[in-house]
């Protein structure tokens, strides 16, 4: 069968390139077009690199970036992964909508429209389903989009308990990595030896997005999960990976022992389909009394494609009615270009492109 031609959109970024890594020898998708601002257009790939920690393959490395002109994209690629940046995400991927092209974003600005859907394949698979009623869908061309990356770190262990148990209330507060802020990140003077407790937009996003992603589709809309979510959110000097202490309240009372099995025999959808891209184990629990930590867990998850893609829990612990844990996820795979190749994996099982 002949793979889609996809276009990855900010190139030359972080999340970008973690597009092109996801990318290389994938078996759905092909890569036909890298595209930038027009300042990068003609530049080889390997001459803007970000990412630092993959071995890219020589040919991709050769490949050309391209200018941002929809007709040209819509030409060459049914879909495409969009990295912009949030001051141009938004216009441009409507566009590209219009003309056709099914865009999988990891850009704020379509996230909380009501036919859109903030998308995590083990949280709520159905709401796909929503891109039908987008006015551009009759011509092949939808918006889907994936979470803030540190909502999404917390997502699928919540959807885990709510599962088992139904959740009632969580705190949340991040330790987040510097390479969430986009390259060149966090400026070294601002950052090393120090702890920033602002992160603009950052927790309201958790709050708004958590509701929706949790909650449910009824009569054609949208409808937010009742959970309250409160959240806190720092910046950290580490290089990848967010670290989350979390504090939940379930409907349903359970032991530490049943909320641990809820966790690691948590599967979804993407598991059941065996997408590519999916980690055999979405939640995977530690037992060790000082984990999960980002030098030792950030490239949790299986198969090799999937790295990234795992979840980690630790110190599951209970007071009273309250349960105490920490969730550790990639913050630019998992709760970035991963999340987003996943949802593209998702919507071509369901034959939606």
């Known amino acids: 069968m002949a793979k889609i031609k996809v276009a990855v959109l900010g190139a030359t970024g972080m999340i970008g390139q973690r597009f092109v890594q996801l990318l290389e020898d994938h078996p759905m998708f092909e890569i036909g077009g890298l595209y930038a601002s027009e300042r990068s257009e003609g530049k080889r790939l390997g001459d803007t690199l970000k990412v630092k920690d993959h071995p890219f393959e020589e040919d991709v490395l050769d490949m050309r970036i391209e200018q941002l002109i929809v007709p040209n994209i819509a030409r060459d690629c049914r879909l495409a992964f969009s990295g912009l940046p949030s001051d141009i995400a938004g216009p441009f991927e409507t566009q590209l909508a219009e003309s056709g092209v099914a865009v999988f974003s990891n850009a704020a600005n379509h996230r909380m429209e009501g036919n859109v859907p903030l998308l995590i394949p083990e949280c709520n698979a159905p709401h796909l389903d929503m891109v039908k009623k987008q006015a551009t869908f009759k011509d092949g061309g939808f918006i889907v989009t994936n979470a803030n990356c540190s909502t999404t770190g917390i997502a699928v262990p919540l959807k885990a308990v709510d599962k088992s148990f139904g959740l009632d209330f969580v705190c949340a507060s991040t330790y987040q990595a510097v390479s969430g802020a986009g390259y060149p990140g966090v400026p070294s003077l601002d950052i090393l030896g120090n702890v920033v407790p602002y992160i603009k937009n950052e927790e309201e996003k958790m709050e708004m997005e958590l509701a929706k992603i949790l909650g449910s589709v009824s009569k054609g809309k949208f409808v937010n999960h009742p959970v309250e979510v409160l959240a806190s959110c720092v910046r950290v000097p580490v290089e990848d990976g967010h670290l989350e202490s979390v504090t939940l309240r379930t409907e349903k009372d359970a032991t530490v022992d049943e909320m641990i099995k809820a966790l690691s025999s ?88």
Do not use: W
Not at 313 to 318: A, F, I, M
């Open 266 to 353: 948590f599967r979804a959808e993407p598991q059941r389909l065996k997408l590519p891209t999916a980690p055999v184990r979405p939640v995977i629990v530690r037992k060790e009394a000082d984990r999960p930590q980002p030098v030792y867990d950030v490239n949790a998850g299986e198969p090799l494609r999937a790295r990234g893609m795992g979840t980690v829990v630790g110190r599951v612990r209970k007071k009273g009615t309250f349960f105490k844990m920490f969730v550790l996820s990639h913050n630019t795979i998992r709760g970035g270009a991963g999340g987003s190749v996943l949802n593209a994996e998702l919507a071509n099982a369901k034959k939606l492109l």
